[in-house]
């Protein structure tokens, strides 16, 4: 186990002991009366953690497969959708929609820009026929937050569903479903929540599931369709409330993650979260380093930052693992070799582990010969 990487990255994460041997119990069945506990505690939790009285449910299936679960169950193809990007994610989102067959509509702020309410206002204007706003909440490719709430209640007055890729701000990033007035709310196990890699975990209010039923005909099949998983929470409800095979030992895993993330508080974990942010900024900019992003947009949970002047970033990231066994992230796209990015969730947020990295990064400033302002340009 030791010489295992220590994962700083923006998500998956590494995660306590006990969550592993969560996942080393013998198998269990997806159904019973035990079993049927057990999801519909995760499930309740989940709904805790989102702020929502909405349906839960929890898909075996990576985060995108939440996020077009969302997208397909509740628009028809051809639908008009609006899905302001500014990053790899947002530009996922407009990827699944218009897999769809729906009619994306998308603008991009600047470069280290947070979306605000006003551009998605200002759009929501020129297209009239909009039926849903898509949104990142935290861009995890650049570490930047958009104003979900003011986009959820733009979404709102128009008429219009607002539908949040909470994927790696749910549990991290103070969010508040129901208050807010998102629709449909997709996140995963395996970022803030620190559970295992496997479930995405989708919440849907009472306009989301007003949709579902609105005769209409919906891009989404079977599997990733929200009125199939809802049709088996009320058919199957007491013995195997999902409609297939889910993985067991990660459901079991994620209950766990879920009572300890309870236990905290989520209120607490986002401010832990943001703590780990602060110790991680304020060191990397004491070596001279530039962040990506002011503070006033910059993710509690994950760091964007420039090299040095002259550093070259991939030799740095490949230095860390081989030298430290902590992988941290690169920077995506057009920001490959220029940025690199550092987690603050599962373990990364460890006081200790921030500080072993911040050493690290100060030994390898130092041996590269690297100082001054890192350098936007
Ligand atoms: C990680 C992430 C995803 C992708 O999740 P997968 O589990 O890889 O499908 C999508 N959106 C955001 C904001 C993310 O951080």
């Excluded at 998956?12 to 969560?22: F, K, M, T, Y």
């Excluded at 609105?214 to 369709?225: F, I, Q, S, T, V």
């Excluded at 809802?230 to 195997?240: A, N, S, V």
């Excluded at 209950?255 to 990397?284: F, M, Q, S, T, Y």
Aim: aromatic share 6%.
């Amino acid at each position: 186990m030791e010489d295992r990487e220590f994962l700083m990255i923006p998500g998956p994460v590494s995660v306590d002991d006990e969550i592993l041997e969560a996942l080393a119990l013998p198998v269990r069945a997806h159904y019973g009366d035990d079993w049927t506990r057990l999801y519909k505690h995760a499930a309740s939790s989940m709904r805790e953690v989102f702020k929502t009285s909405g349906d839960v449910h929890l898909v075996f299936g990576s985060g995108m497969a939440g996020v077009e679960m969302c997208i397909a169950s509740v628009l028809s193809p051809g639908d008009e959708v609006l899905i302001p990007s500014n990053g790899l994610f947002g530009d996922r989102m407009v990827e699944v929609a218009t897999a769809n067959r729906l009619q994306v509509h998308t603008f991009h702020p600047g470069l280290a820009e947070a979306i605000t309410a006003a551009q998605v206002r200002a759009a929501l204007a020129e297209h009239p026929g909009v039926r849903a706003v898509c949104i990142v909440h935290h861009e995890t490719s650049v570490g930047i937050l958009n104003e979900v709430e003011g986009i959820c209640r733009a979404a709102r007055e128009h008429g219009a569903l607002a539908i949040v890729d909470g994927i790696s701000s749910v549990a991290g990033v103070p969010f508040e479903m129901d208050a807010w007035g998102a629709d449909l709310c997709v996140t995963v196990a395996n970022k803030c929540i620190g559970g295992a890699i496997g479930v995405a975990p989708v919440a849907a209010g009472p306009r989301a599931l007003a949709a579902l039923d609105d005769g209409r005909p919906k891009a989404a099949g079977w599997y990733l369709n929200l009125a199939t998983w809802r049709r088996y929470t009320e058919l199957w409800g007491d013995w195997h409330p999902h409609p297939t095979t889910i993985p067991t030992n990660v459901i079991e895993a994620f209950d766990l993650a879920l009572i300890r993330l309870l236990e905290e508080g989520v209120d607490n974990r986002c401010r832990r979260l943001a703590a780990a942010r602060d110790r991680v900024r304020d060191g990397l900019e004491e070596m001279g380093f530039e962040m990506l992003a002011p503070i006033s947009v910059a993710s509690p949970v994950t760091t964007a930052a420039f090299g040095l002047p002259g550093m070259d970033v991939s030799d740095y990231l490949e230095w860390l693992l081989k030298n430290h066994r902590i992988r941290i992230g690169g920077g995506l796209g057009e920001l490959r070799g220029r940025l690199f990015r550092v987690g603050h969730m599962g373990r990364a947020a460890e006081p200790e582990a921030i500080d072993r990295y911040l050493r690290a990064t100060a030994d390898y400033v130092e041996n590269a010969g690297l100082t001054g302002a890192g350098r936007k340009g």
